[in-house]
T-cell receptor, first 117, second 119 residues
Framework: DGGITQSPKYLFRKEGQNVTLSCEQNLNHDAMYWYRQDPGQGLRLIYYSQIVNDFQKGDIAEGYSVSREKKESFPLTVTSAQKNPTAFYLC????????????????FGDGTRLSIL | AQKITQTQPGMFVQEKEAVTLDCTYDTSDPSYGLFWYKQPSSGEMIFLIYQGSYDQQNATEGRYSLNFQKARKSANLVISASQLGDSAMYFCAMREDLLTTDSWGKFQFGAGTQVVVTP
């Protein structure tokens, strides 16, 4: 079955530690996205990537970093510079990265819940 | 500027009744897509329904239908015959086709509407 796999489901971070959230998709999608969701709130875009080896900052990129070395993978690192990392993180992907793809929805993983120890 | 507005933070609906969730959007792009997602308490985002800006008919998917009023820039979701399993957060989203704006490739999400279905 095609889909998006996020791991781990739960993650705990110690003060001063970097942690990496994994996101893998086998949908052959060009575009991938990372969102942060705080309790009872909407989605905020952290980073997105339209193509391998390229990515753009979203609305709240500070304290986060990403890489896109393979089409299937878009890992997110929460660095120690992110002082309030406790949140629910969602990875998504969508087909197409040009004109005419506005009919393509985003497909989401099941999310990672990150907490501070 | 907020591109997607969902004005109802929360609502209660009785089982078997219909409910309408409001969504208004803002774009100057003639080509765009509108999407609705459901997020149950477990957290996953479930794609429900899509409406294209050039579609002449309102989209329908089972008990979900989209009331698309292009001139008013409104894309309300209607859930008919509500079920207890419909209790969730619902998000409206838009994807534009314009290549020249900083929105290209991004999905704009609204703040969401929390729906609670009561027996």
């Amino acid at each position: 079955d095609g889909g998006i796999t996020q791991s781990p489901k739960y993650l705990f971070r110690k003060e001063g530690q970097n942690v990496t959230l994994s996101c893998e998709q086998n949908l052959n999608h060009d575009a991938m996205y990372w969102y942060r969701q705080d309790p009872g709130q909407g989605l905020r875009l952290i980073y997105y990537s339209q193509i391998v080896n390229d990515f753009q900052k979203g609305d709240i990129a500070e304290g986060y970093s990403v890489s896109r070395e393979k089409k299937e993978s878009f890992p997110l690192t929460v660095t120690s510079a992110q002082k309030n990392p406790t949140a629910f993180y969602l990875c998504a992907s969508s087909a197409g990265q040009g004109f005419g793809y506005s009919n393509q929805p985003q497909h989401f993983g099941d999310g990672t819940r990150l907490s501070i120890l | 500027a907020q591109k997607i507005t969902q004005t109802q933070p929360g609502m209660f609906v009785q089982e078997k009744e219909a409910v309408t969730l409001d969504c208004t959007y803002d774009t100057s792009d003639p080509s765009y897509g509108l999407f609705w997602y459901k997020q149950p308490s477990s957290g996953e985002m479930i794609f429900l329904i899509y409406q294209g800006s050039y579609d002449q008919q309102n989209a329908t998917e089972g008990r979900y239908s989209l009331n698309f009023q292009k001139a008013r820039k409104s894309a309300n979701l209607v859930i008919s015959a509500s079920q207890l399993g419909d209790s969730a957060m619902y998000f409206c989203a838009m994807r534009e086709d314009l290549l020249t704006t900083d929105s290209w490739g991004k999905f704009q999400f609204g703040a969401g509407t929390q729906v609670v279905v009561t027996p």
